[in-house]
């Protein structure tokens, strides 16, 4: 992290920041084309700024109000999220504005859990019941007892509640169950994080390859807008993944790979590049620490090896290699997001780290550039690149084991698998107080059976949703949470190629009896006895604003402020230090060594289905995400309504399955609802492909309920030894017609 260093001290005043701001980063010169300002009336409408949350990646928005009602929004120009563009999922928030199945007002169980019961609360009422629970098991647990799961915007302020009570049982599901090995992967080589943005150069690139990073069709919005630049200045696409998808349609060579053999390709690449002098010398010998090592060790490894392990012919691995080399520098190497797979991610990720290294992509155009900062940290939760490793920073025993199970862990992202794990055994202290906002554990958590136990074992669950979620159908108290378009949220400052700060107005008031997390957190800190410890938004916006020297009406005018950054400081002369031991790229890990680990990438064979079984893969369906957008109808409509299972043409016909077919997904005693079959010539022999995030249970998501299956349920339990994070794609089912 490029960090610039603002004191408080130093910012006192907002025009001494501007000055000291400006001198260091610059704000960027080119003014939005959007003169929409906040609180301004035109012929009675009123324009407000906010950022979309359909899915994380936040894209800018401008909001049109009439009549106190937001009637249409459309992107910010100058947000590096979105450039002015909208996907169909932040088209559709309009839909879940004013969706009838939304929470409208807080609930409080009276019937069993699960069961659906509840009754009407006041917001004193529920706050009370949440208050009187908390102080009951704080005195006899301790404040340890309580846990956090988390996602979203809101996240933070329920981060500020459990600080306050005293614990860091904190889990933020994007990392243990979506991308944390990947995070690990690239700190233990680069001594940095990828972040939740990653700094992949698509839009200079000359060639770009994606290893089951299905880009295109995950649709965040700018990055894929950076691609596709790239694309349309003639760079060349290479694609890794055992199913033809939408970011596949688009490559120059398509890789169709043996399930969990993908470490095993980026090998036989290593060892390719290395026998055959590819690699940048001047960057290994200044910048790489362990070539030796690493050389010796790929020595053995052959493209004829490579064939056998991935499925995929020597020759396209070979070509693929040498596009990359004939680009290199400006090329890169991308890892999948979704790195919670097979048990062996983090080498995996270590693996391609090591591969863009040998190419001297390093702050480069075209590769990797450099991750900018402002220097403060806003009130959101700090992405994994600015946390610090090591279970030196833990003054207490966490429940999920981060920081002493898994010393490589970030401070405050935690692992959700390993604390539902405690929450299960009471070790190594009972867990009896959970929190979830803006995530649906009962959706993505292997093994729906498994999941409920873990339920009953808690004395209280808290869930604060925009819809009675599957998860909230468990929960003893709900808080309904207003949607992104009727609420205020403390300003984000964000770090990427080009620093920003957003802000987010809400653009009407609520129409149900709801608020934003942030209100929730701050009237219930007071309940449990903490008002004077909790920042307002008003308080958090004018500290940072004040710090930033960012002037309020730029905000409201555009929606966001953009400072410049140095994204290719080694392309301009830049002698460039890694924040590892030994200040270079660690090929070889003295850190993973010393705690047990190979220190080089080491392959093992994965498990292999047997003849009557499939890999199950999961997967990002383009017009939804993770469990939060299935009950939309604008989004349904899109695909039908329907949900199928994919299936390769030819291991259906052997086993007499047609298309439009039936089935139910099988696995020891556990059998799915049936689901139809969608028969593809691009899915892996061996493989079935399942999106996520359907077969929802809760009765009150009138438009999902039940439509399509759980691939979730079907997950494996696995953990990655190095993360802790999941490993859910070690895992076979059948499939028999329903």
């Known amino acids: 992290m490029d960090k610039l260093k603002l004191s408080r001290r130093k910012f006192i005043k ?6 000291a701001v400006g001198a260091a980063i610059g704000p960027i010169k080119a003014l939005s084309k959007n003169d929409k300002v906040s609180d301004i009336t035109e012929g009675g409408v009123t324009y407000k700024q906010t950022w979309c949350e359909m899915c994380f990646w936040n894209c800018g928005l401008t909001m049109e109000v009439l009549d106190g009602k937001v009637q249409s929004f459309e992107g910010q120009p ?33 019937g069993k859990r699960g069961e659906g019961k509840f009754k009407k609360a006041t917001w004193d009422e529920a706050y009370s019941y ?26 933070h302020a329920f981060i500020t509640v459990m600080e306050l009570l005293g614990s860091h049982n904190v889990a933020i599901p994007s990392y243990s169950q979506c991308n944390g090995s990947r995070e690990i992967g690239w700190y233990l080589t680069y001594g940095k994080a990828l972040s939740g943005h990653e700094c992949f150069d698509g839009e200079h690139s000359k060639c770009m390859m994606f290893v089951g990073r299905n880009v295109l069709e995950s649709l965040h919005v700018g990055e894929a807008q950076n691609v596709v630049k790239g694309l349309s200045k003639g760079s060349k696409l290479i694609y890794v993944d055992p199913r033809f998808t939408k970011t596949a349609a688009k490559a120059d060579y398509f890789l169709q790979i043996n399930p969990g053999t993908d470490l095993a390709l980026i090998l036989t690449m290593i060892s390719y590049v290395i026998k055959n002098n590819l690699y940048d010398e001047k960057f290994v010998e200044n910048s790489c620490y362990g070539f030796d090592e690493l050389k010796e060790y790929v020595s053995s490894i052959s493209l004829g090896w490579g064939e056998k392990e991935t499925g995929i012919h020597a020759k396209i691995i070979e070509e693929a290699t040498l596009e990359l080399a004939k680009s290199a520098p400006h090329c890169f190497i991308m ?19 090591i591969l863009n290294a040998l190419f001297g992509n390093w702050e480069i155009p075209g590769g990797i550039y450099n991750i900018s900062s402002v220097g403060i940290k806003g009130a959101r939760t700090p992405q994994v690149c600015e946390m610090d490793f090591g279970h030196e920073k833990y003054d207490f025993k966490r429940a999920d084991g981060a920081g002493a199970d898994y010393p490589i862990s970030p401070e405050n992202l935690g692992l959700e698998n390993k604390l539902m794990e405690a929450i299960l055994t009471e070790k190594p202290y009972p867990v009896k107080g959970l929190f979830v906002y803006g995530t649906n554990m009962v959706m993505h958590m292997p093994d729906l059976e498994r999941t409920k136990k873990i339920i009953d074992n808690l004395d209280l669950l808290v869930c604060c949703d925009i819809y009675l979620s599957d998860t909230a159908l468990y929960s003893d108290v709900i808080l309904p949470e207003s949607t992104y378009l009727e609420r205020d949220d403390p300003l984000t400052i964000q770090e990427d190629k080009y620093p920003f700060v957003k802000i987010r107005e809400a653009g009407m008031k609520p129409l149900h009896d709801t608020k934003g997390a942030w209100q929730i957190s701050e009237e219930l800190a007071a309940k449990l006895g903490f008002k004077e410890k909790f920042k307002s938004i008003d308080e958090y916006n004018k500290e940072y604003l004040d710090l930033l020297g960012v002037p309020m009406e730029k905000l409201k005018k555009d929606g966001v402020y953009v400072f410049e950054g140095k994204p290719y400081r080694r392309a301009e002369g830049f002698n460039i230090a890694f924040p590892t031991k030994s200040k270079k790229v660690e090929l070889y890990s003295k850190q993973l060594e010393l705690l047990g680990h190979d220190p080089i990438p080491t392959y093992t064979p994965p498990d292999k289905p047997k003849k009557d079984e499939y890999t199950m893969l999961t997967g990002r369906h383009s017009f939804h995400t993770h469990a939060r957008t299935q009950n939309n109808k604008w989004l349904l409509a899109l695909h039908n309504y329907e949900i199928n299972l994919i299936i390769n043409s030819i291991r259906a016909k052997e086993n007499g399955i047609k298309d439009g077919d039936y089935v139910k997904v099988v696995q020891g005693d556990k059998k799915s609802d049936k689901v139809k079959v969608e028969l593809c010539d691009g899915i892996h022999y061996d493989a079935i492909y399942l999106p996520y995030g359907f077969g929802h249970i809760s009765k009150s998501m009138k438009a999902s309920y039940r439509l399509g299956i759980n691939a979730g349920d079907f997950n494996s339990n696995e953990t990655d030894p190095i993360s802790g994070s999941s490993a859910f794609q070690r895992s076979f089912v059948k499939i028999e017609k329903a």
């Open 130 to 155: 949440i208050a009187d629970k908390v102080n009951y098991l704080k005195d006899k647990y301790g404040p340890e007892t309580f846990s956090l799961i988390a996602h979203g915007t809101g996240e």
């Open 14 to 19: 907002g025009a001494a920041a501007a000055t």
């Open 335 to 353: 890892p999948p997001r979704r790195t919670t797979r097979y048990g062996d991610d983090t080498q995996f990720v270590r693996a391609i780290a």
């Open 78 to 110: 100058l947000n590096p999220n979105n450039y002015g563009k909208m996907c169909a999922r932040g088209q559709s928030g309009l839909y879940q504005l004013n969706d009838p199945d939304r929470l409208k007002h807080p609930l409080i169980r009276v």
